[in-house]
């Protein structure tokens, strides 16, 4: 099958996303007998995963993500026009799968916040990969709508969830969500989805030192043995609308050893490639993994940069694709879906874009003096998912 050809990437003077010309995609489709060869950047990492980002609006102002004094009443959102609708999203996503994406995570801002969102859930479930397998279908929510959507979630084809939750001291998690939101409605939809089968769940916390990291022993000691995954994650640079400072991160080695203050953890395995939390496991009296009482996990982005085995590429809900967490631009995906691309067009685009990435924004942060600014201009992480 022939592909138009000259494929290349326009930077606009306004800085705004990348353009995919739908006259200039070049990239010819490299088949074998079992279709497209494996997909990998210029670093060698093959593409895996993809995160969805569904609105760009919260509920919640949290202040390592969407902070009041800056997304406040008058903010301006997109317009609806703007969105990729689900057929646009279950579209592209088919064309990723066709790439080697196993993986699909939803998120936002608030994925749960869009409206009809079990009706793009039941699409992405119903996609297979080239093997007839289905895909991994994940999404992260703050919680604050999950008691009341967690069996409708499950029922669409929904998998699991991932839970961020900053603290179980209800002063403390009402003063990081700025909108005096109660801890005790987030846990009642965390018991909702386990009760509605979206598990293994994983419970996110972002620590901010200063902030909340005397609530890591506490959410230590609730999660344990219930099942659910408690992941730390170190307080990252992502977007300049945070305020972030070196000096407010509480570095992983750290929050792994406050926990062996109060049990004894051994390390885990991967569970697969690319995975970006390092996993520690509760020990019983032999010394072994403790099945029953579960594991830890924590990502540490900041301190121990993991872009070496990166497999992940980001869709903004207005259809721009970013090919790393910190990147300052993404390409445009939208254009070509609205400009009447055939599939194949969509293919070549996304296979240029992939294999002239070269991101590692958190291994050249790394290489830094301390204390020094951290490099460039970032997208916010409120408008394409963490």
Known sequence: MATPRNFRIIP??????????????????????????ALQDAQGRTLRDLRISVTDRCNFRCSYCMPKEVFDKDH?????????????????????????????????GEPLLRKNIEVLI?????????????????????????????????????????????????????????????????????????????????????VKRGTNEQQILPMARHFKGTGIVLRFIEYMDVGATNGWRMAEVLPSADVVRLLQTEWPLVALEHASAGETAQRWGYVDANGQPDKQAGEIGVISSVTQAFCGDCTRARLSTEGQLYLCLFASRGYDLRTLLRDGSADAQLTAAIRNIWEQRSDQYSALRSTLPHGSPTPGRRVEMSYIGG
């Not at 997109?78 to 939803?106: D, M």
């Open 12 to 37: 606009l003077a306004d800085e705004r996303p990348r353009k995919v010309s739908v006259a200039s995609v070049a990239s010819e489709l490299r088949t074998t007998g079992a279709g497209l060869t």
């Open 76 to 108: 301006p959102y997109l317009p609806q026009s703007a969105l990729l609708s689900f057929e646009e999203i279950t579209r592209l996503t088919r064309q990723f799968v066709a790439q080697g994406v196993r993986k699909i995570r939803l998120t936002g």
């Open 122 to 206: 039941a699409q992405l479930a119903a996609l297979r990969t080239p093997e007839g397998l289905p895909l991994d279908l994940t999404l992260t929510t703050n919680g604050s709508m999950l008691a009341k959507k967690a069996q409708a979630l499950k029922d669409a084809g929904l998998q699991r969830v991932t839970v961020s939750l900053d603290g179980l001291d209800d002063a403390v998690f009402r003063n990081m969500n700025d909108v005096d939101f109660p801890v005790a409605e987030v846990l009642r939809g965390i018991d909702a989805a386990q009760a509605a089968g979206l598990g293994p769940i994983k419970v996110n916390m972002v």
